[in-house]
């Protein structure tokens, strides 16, 4: 079945950097865009960073573009996710998700496949 499994989370200082990682499974992950989601306690869902099947087109939500990179390698199934410059306002649990189309005008609700979750916390 359709599998896609985070890692990376953790409590980071302001300024800080993260890595997450995401492995996919279960379907033909180089026919699929991927991304990233947020949520904090109290927020609706956002969106936060995709990438297209090739790789060779990046979204990224105005508040994290040119501190976040994301980045797939279709030879592994795998998507990442760097973030730099960290700050509290970046705590949140963060989904990996998977669909034809992802990108930031594209509603939640639509988006086909998500991960479980791994938690981020900015604080010092």
């Known amino acids: 079945q359709v599998q896609l499994v985070e890692s990376g989370g953790g409590l980071v200082q302001p300024g800080g950097s993260l890595r997450l990682s995401c492995a996919a499974s279960g379907f033909t992950v180089s026919l699929y865009a991927m991304g990233w989601f947020r949520q904090a306690p109290g927020k609706e869902r956002e969106f936060v960073a995709s990438i297209n099947r090739s790789g060779d087109t990046t979204y990224y939500h105005d508040s994290v573009e040119g501190r976040f990179t994301i980045t797939r390698d279709n030879a592994k199934d795998t998507i990442e996710l760097q973030m730099n410059s960290l700050n509290p306002e970046d705590t949140a649990v963060y989904f990996c998700?998977?669909?034809?189309?992802?990108?930031?005008?594209?509603?939640?609700?639509?988006?086909?496949?998500w991960g479980q979750g791994t938690q981020v916390t900015v604080s010092s």
């Open positions: 998700v998977a669909d034809l189309i992802v990108v930031p005008s594209r509603t939640y609700r639509a988006i086909e496949y």
